[in-house]
């Protein structure tokens, strides 16, 4: 009988209809803090360890975190379930978090040539000297995602004011401090805590350049007990430090040295908790988003074993009900009319974009969604380097405000990259092509392009883009001088090579529609020397070159190098009034198209074609036309002159196999086509 009666008291205690063993009383409870440790991806077990704690109706009275544990401590803080959280991180694109920025669909027209031009180049700027950013990823969709939750709670002129108490930790660069963050706008601290060095970019505030808190405070439960708890639950992510062997590269000692000093931080503030909660994460990395589900399960799992020491906090039923009553009061509603606009940060040109763009949410509604799409445009333009919002309260009334973040570096910009063809391997050629490009040169709007090639190649390129009237009409002058040599084998038959040296400049007049489309019509004059090299039949050309031409481009696709979707479409059409080789005044049409689908989540496929027509009895060199690669990696088709009629196409697939870490890359890829 006594075995029914224990077993009866514990289905009774799981069913939530009495209370567990030693639950108290809200008279009687001491004050209870949550210390999160950082960890990047790791950190979400954090939010198992949230579930387990609610089911188990133990209150928590106050949060601090560092890094990932200051976001999910953050959305604790802000009054959001802990299943609700689950809900939230299981549901999140983190391929579109932690992907390139700005996404390649938002870029303009011109910043979108940047990217094909220069794929995976390094890109670095010459304000104030040569400079390169200041993190590799400046974490724009974790700030529009941190600004989206932080709304309703901005502006706060304590964290106290939050549903649950909270503060994070930062590092401050330029006093070598550790910084607490307890005031302010929520959306910039959350994004400070997690502001890996070198990884993202720091967020500068009140002359400080705060990065990742977890470099000195990792596990901050010194920070629980400041904030007046009684007893601290510390969950951490962390994990022993390995004593295994290690590789003695230069990297690793640097990786074993950034472990060494987390873990000092680490182990002083673990005796200075009362329990501590330690998922068990083998097999798991600080990259792996993906795995969420198993994430939250491993910290779900950690806080059941320690349901003995937990228990003794649990609240009975009624204190619960009430605990959770006065935490929903304290929780904001969504939504708000901005009556003005505020912005802080930015050069005069960018404040004025803004301001232009962000003019038509005023007055109305505000709809986050609307807006989100309007700060990604801004920073498709290549200025912004970041974008938080909140919401502004003066005189009374509420309004936006925008936290703008420029590019520290630049402009002027420079990508640069090496590029390596070994099609050939008779003739392997090395070329270090690199870009600069100054905005707003002589007028907003406005730029000038440099190119220089170097290497097998010489070309030097130059272009003066200017808007005109409303900036969808533009002019562009150019000018090109050109030395390279060419291999020459029409349909796979091997004939020589020949040498090519061309000077010319010329003058378009263009149209932009939106940010997938131009228009081009344009004049060209110069000069051609085409020239067999070695014992290379072919034959010398030499003399005036000139054409009209008429281009249309349009690129939705997703990615500038391994699109997953959209397509690309580009045509050039001309009429060449003299060229070296050929009579006088003839026509010429190349189109080139490329369609990417998604089959599945991991799979793609794709068609590409190629066509191209020159109506002259035998097209001169200078006027062959050429084929373009649908995934710009050069598939020995790039630059490959096909004659004077082509007619190409091809069908292909491609299956995602594995994942680098981000945001150092992203999707590695097995591809086939034909």
């Not at 220069?118 to 400079?131: A, E, K, N, T, V």
């Not at 951490?236 to 000092?264: C, K, M, W, Y």
């Not at 600069?436 to 040169?441: E, K, P, R, W």
């Not at 010398?540 to 690129?555: E, I, P, V, Y």
Request: proline share 7%.
């Amino acid at each position: 009988m006594r075995h029914w009666r224990c077993f009866l008291v514990g289905v009774l205690v799981a069913a939530g209809l009495m209370p567990p063993v030693g639950a108290l009383g809200a008279e009687e409870r001491p004050r209870l803090g949550l210390a999160l440790s950082g960890g990047a991806a790791l950190g979400l077990a954090h939010v198992g360890a949230l579930v387990w704690l609610e089911e188990n109706r133990v209150p928590v009275d106050c949060v601090a975190g560092a890094s990932m544990g200051g976001l999910v401590g953050g959305l604790y803080a802000m009054g959001m379930p802990a299943d609700e959280i689950r809900r939230l991180v299981l549901d999140l694109d983190w391929d579109e978090i932690f992907g390139p920025w700005p996404p390649f669909r938002v870029l303009t027209f011109r910043r979108k040539q940047d990217a094909v031009d220069f794929p995976g180049g390094s890109r670095f700027g010459l304000r104030h000297g040569i400079r390169w950013p200041s993190g590799l990823d400046p974490a724009q969709p974790v700030n529009l995602l941190l600004s989206r939750l932080a709304l309703p709670y901005s502006p706060l002129r304590s964290f106290d004011d939050l549903p649950i108490p909270f503060r994070c930790v930062a590092v401050d660069l330029v006093r070598g401090e550790r910084v607490v963050l307890g005031e302010g706008s929520l959306a910039m601290a959350l994004r400070a805590t997690m502001a890996v060095p070198g990884l993202y970019t720091p967020v500068e505030s009140e002359g400080r350049v705060l990065v990742d808190g977890g470099l000195l405070d990792n596990l901050p439960v010194d920070v629980a007990r400041g904030m007046g708890a009684e007893v601290v639950i510390a969950v951490d992510v962390t994990g022993p430090l390995s004593e295994s062997q290690f590789a003695r590269s230069p990297l690793e000692i640097l990786n074993r040295s950034v472990d060494v000093v987390l873990h000092q931080s680490v182990r002083a503030n673990r005796e200075r908790a009362n329990v501590i909660i330690e998922p068990k994460l083998e097999g798991l990395g600080a990259e792996d988003y993906e795995a969420a589900a198993a994430l939250i399960d491993a910290g779900y799992e950690a806080a059941a074993a320690r349901a003995a020491e937990l228990r003794r906090y649990a609240l009975k039923a009624p204190e619960w009900k009430a605990h959770l009553a006065q935490r929903r009061a304290r929780r904001r509603a969504d939504g708000f009319t901005p009556r003005f606009l505020q912005l802080a940060g930015g050069c005069v040109a960018t404040c004025r974009a803004v301001t232009e763009n962000l003019r038509p949410f005023i007055g109305r509604p505000l709809n986050v969604s609307e807006l989100e799409t309007a700060l990604m445009a801004l920073a498709g333009q290549g200025r912004i380097e970041g974008l938080l919002y909140e919401k502004a309260e003066t005189g009374g009334e509420e309004g936006l405000m925008i936290f703008i973040q420029e590019k520290d570096y630049g402009p002027p910009f420079i990508h640069a990259l090496i590029d390596v063809n070994g099609a050939d391997t008779d003739a392997v050629q090395f070329n270090v092509p690199m870009r600069l490009s100054m905005l707003d040169f002589q007028g907003s709007g406005a730029e000038l392009r440099a190119d220089v090639t170097l290497g097998s190649r010489t070309r030097l390129a130059g272009e003066y883009y200017h808007p005109l009237g409303g900036r969808q009409w533009f002019v562009a002058p150019q000018a090109l001088y050109l030395r390279e040599a060419t291999p020459w084998s029409p349909l796979g038959s091997s004939t020589g090579a020949y040498s090519t040296r061309e000077l010319g400049m010329g003058l378009d007049i263009g149209r932009t529609y939106g940010r997938a489309s131009e228009l081009r019509l344009g004049v060209w004059g110069g000069h051609l020397r085409v020239s067999p090299r070695g014992e290379s039949t072919v034959p010398l050309q030499d003399g005036a070159h000139s054409f009209l031409s008429a281009r249309w481009t349009t690129d939705i696709q997703d990615s500038a190098v391994i699109p997953t979707r959209g397509t690309r479409f580009h045509v050039d059409g001309r009429w060449y009034f003299h060229t070296p080789g050929a009579a006088p005044g003839f026509p010429a049409l190349q189109a080139d198209v490329s369609r990417f689908s998604p089959l599945g989540p991991h799979e793609t496929l794709f068609l590409f074609g190629s066509v191209g027509v020159t109506f002259t009895a035998t097209a001169p060199l200078a006027s062959r036309l050429e084929t373009i690669s649908p995934l710009r990696l050069g598939l020995g088709l790039d630059t490959q002159p096909f004659g004077s009629h082509h007619l190409l196409g091809g069908i292909g697939y491609l299956r995602g196999i594995s994942r680098l870490p981000a945001p150092v890359g992203r999707t590695v890829y097995l591809g086939v086509w034909y």
